[in-house]
Structures are given as structure tokens and as C-alpha cells.
């Protein structure tokens, strides 16, 4: 047998050992702590977003509570009014136990937005895009209106990705990820991600994720590591079948409205109200109805049975994710189930 030493693996190896030996007591080597296969995926998702730091956590949820226990009693979080439901779950049902406010307002505008920050304000939390309406948020100007007050920014970037909006180079201070989707992008694993350049910040949000075992496990970091090598394909793909859709559905006569930004493959659309909503999602074939979005399969949800939303959204308003498949296909499924 010719000498093997020099094998390379050409992915990262999954390192299934929870703790590692130490040369010496003064050491670290536990695996809630720091993991191999987890700082490596903490690298890529550092790099994807131009941070100095990444942090992986086992669902975007779990990455969302690291950044709010930062928070003590008294202070509170002013998150846009369009935000994602288990965000404001988080803050209205499991953080309002600890004395942590939140409130909500219109990010689009201004005068109300500065009127709703108050004294006790930590924290500003938005998407960009948000879900599921597709509203699009300048953070730049956020960062300006809020930066000379000590005001945390972080943005959620799960729908845009860092392909299309890098947010922490336009002045927000934290990016945060639900991996579940675009990102890992193969329905196969739930995650989540902090990242940003401030070393305070991340040295203290690494102190909470630590303490209370918020960490993605080996194997999950492997499915999202994975997902990564082909994001930008998948959804620059995603885009260009979502904007041919949307297209489709601009100038078709039983749909009243649709909203497309242009940087990701998600399309929001109102059917016609004579059209019934169970019907439509009962005839559609390839498009399949589910909960998540961003992944290789065409999914389609419908908000007002699916989500508990703040906002009251119409009756016949969906917000379709476009797969990796053949956009006329995708089309021609619509055509049928519009008819
Ligand atoms: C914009 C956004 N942020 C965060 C989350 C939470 O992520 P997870 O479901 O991975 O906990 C979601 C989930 O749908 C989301 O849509």
C-alpha cells in the first residue's frame, strides 16, 4: 500500500467527540464550548456576511434568544411592524417575563419611528426583506436615525441573503440568519447565525450561546456547510425563475396585486376574490404547500390559515418561494390552478 498520510479531505470532516483532550488542565475541551466542525462553519458564515465573527446556533429562533438575553429588565427591543412571528413570540410572550419591552412601528417612515424610540430602547430588529409581504427597508438610513443614540442594530437577512445585501457594511451592528432556509437551502436541517465585527458584542453573545447550549450540532454544521457551496447559484437561479413568475403574474386578470424586490426567490401575490384560496392551493401540482421557504422545491404559503400574523393581511394573499426547478413549468402549474 503506496503512503496515505498525505490524504487531504476536500470537505471539512465532521468531528463526532463531545470532549477533547487536554495537554493540560488549564485547557478548554468541551464541545458546548468550541467544536471543530462548528468553528469552521462559524468561519464561512463570518465570511459570507464581510463579519470578523460568526456564531452557529441549531435554529434561527435559538439565535434570535442569544441576542435578546443580552438585554436586563427595564430595556426594550422596537422591531418593524412586519415581523417574523416567532421573532415577536420571542419578545411579547417569553422576554416580557424578564422585564424586557417591545414595541412596533413602521420602520418606512421616519417621524413615527423616531417617536417610537424611547430612552429604554436597546435594541432596533428588522428584516430586510421582511416576511411575508416582501417590504423593503433602507438600513442605512435606520442607522443613521439610530446610531447616535446607542442603539443596537440588527438585521434579519434570512430573505435577502448575503448574496444580494451585505447589512453589517451599511451600518447595522448585528446580522442575524434563520440557515433553515436559503442559506443550507435543501429543507434538510434547521439553523441559525449571528454575525458581526464588533469583538465586545460577540464575546458577550459567545458568553450566552455557551452558557445556555445554544450550539448547532457536528452534523447539522456539515448539512449547512454544505448548502453553502451552492447558494449562490441556487438563488441567483431562484431569482431569475421568481422574477419570470412574477412577470407571469403581473399581467395575469385574477391576480390583484404582486410584490417582487428583485433579491431573492420569494414572490407575494392576492388572487382574485372571487377565486376561492383552498381551491387554488388544492389544484396546484408542482408547487407544494409548506410552512418554510428558500429551499430546492417550489413551496407555497398561505399566511392567513398558516401564520399568526400582527398585521391582518387579505384573505387571498400568498407568498410563494421559487424553487430550483424549470420556471414554465412552475408557470404552468400557476396557469392551471388560476383558471
Ligand atoms: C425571517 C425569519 N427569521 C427567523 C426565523 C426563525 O428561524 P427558525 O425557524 O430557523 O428558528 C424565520 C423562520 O421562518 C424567518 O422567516
Not at 202 to 208: A, M, R, T, V, W
Not at 295 to 302: F, K, N, Q
Amino acid at each position: 500500500m503506496k503512503n496515505r498520510k498525505n490524504l487531504k479531505p476536500i470537505n471539512m470532516p465532521v468531528f463526532l467527540s463531545t470532549t477533547f483532550v487536554q495537554d493540560s488542565p488549564s485547557q478548554w475541551g468541551y464541545s458546548r464550548v468550541d467544536d471543530p466542525t462548528r468553528l469552521a462553519l462559524e468561519n464561512e458564515l463570518a465570511g459570507l456576511e464581510n463579519a470578523n465573527h460568526g456564531l452557529a446556533f441549531p435554529s434561527g429562533s435559538s439565535a434570535v434568544t442569544c441576542l435578546v438575553m443580552m438585554l436586563k429588565k427595564g430595556d426594550s427591543v422596537l422591531c418593524h411592524h412586519e415581523v417574523y412571528e416567532g421573532t415577536q413570540r420571542i419578545l411579547e410572550r417569553v422576554m416580557n417575563k424578564f422585564g424586557v419591552g417591545f414595541d412596533v412601528v413602521d420602520f418606512n417612515n421616519a417621524v413615527k419611528l423616531n417617536k417610537a424610540i424611547k430612552p429604554s430602547t436597546r435594541m432596533v430588529l428588522f428584516e430586510n426583506v421582511t416576511n411575508p409581504e416582501l417590504e423593503i427597508i433602507d438600513v442605512a438610513k435606520i442607522s443613521k436615525l439610530t446610531k447616535s443614540k446607542d442603539i443596537l442594530i440588527v438585521v434579519d437577512n434570512t430573505i435577502c441573503t448575503p448574496i444580494f445585501q451585505k447589512p453589517l457594511t451599511v451600518g447595522a451592528d448585528v446580522v442575524v440568519h434563520s440557515l433553515t432556509k436559503f442559506i443550507s437551502g435543501n429543507h434538510d436541517v434547521l439553523g441559525g447565525a449571528l454575525m458581526t465585527n464588533d469583538k465586545v458584542l460577540f464575546d458577550k453573545l459567545k458568553f450566552i450561546q455557551q452558557t445556555l447550549g445554544l450550539v448547532m450540532s457536528p452534523f447539522d454544521c456539515h448539512f449547512v456547510s454544505r448548502g453553502i457551496k451552492t447558494l449562490e447559484l441556487r438563488v441567483k437561479r431562484q431569482t431569475k425563475s421568481a422574477r419570470k413568475i412574477f412577470n407571469f403574474l403581473k399581467t395575469h386578470n385574477k391576480v390583484v396585486r404582486v410584490s417582487f424586490p428583485g433579491v431573492s426567490g420569494i414572490v407575494s401575490f392576492v388572487i382574485d376574490k372571487n377565486l376561492n384560496a383552498r381551491r387554488f392551493l388544492k389544484r396546484l401540482k408542482l408547487i407544494k404547500i409548506a410552512q418554510s421557504f428558500g429551499g430546492t422545491e417550489s413551496t407555497i404559503l398561505h399566511p392567513r390559515s398558516m401564520m399568526t400574523l400582527a398585521k391582518p393581511l387579505d384573505h387571498n394573499f400568498f407568498r410563494l418561494s421559487v424553487g430550483v426547478g424549470d420556471p414554465g413549468e412552475l408557470i404552468k402549474d400557476l396557469k392551471e390552478a388560476l383558471k
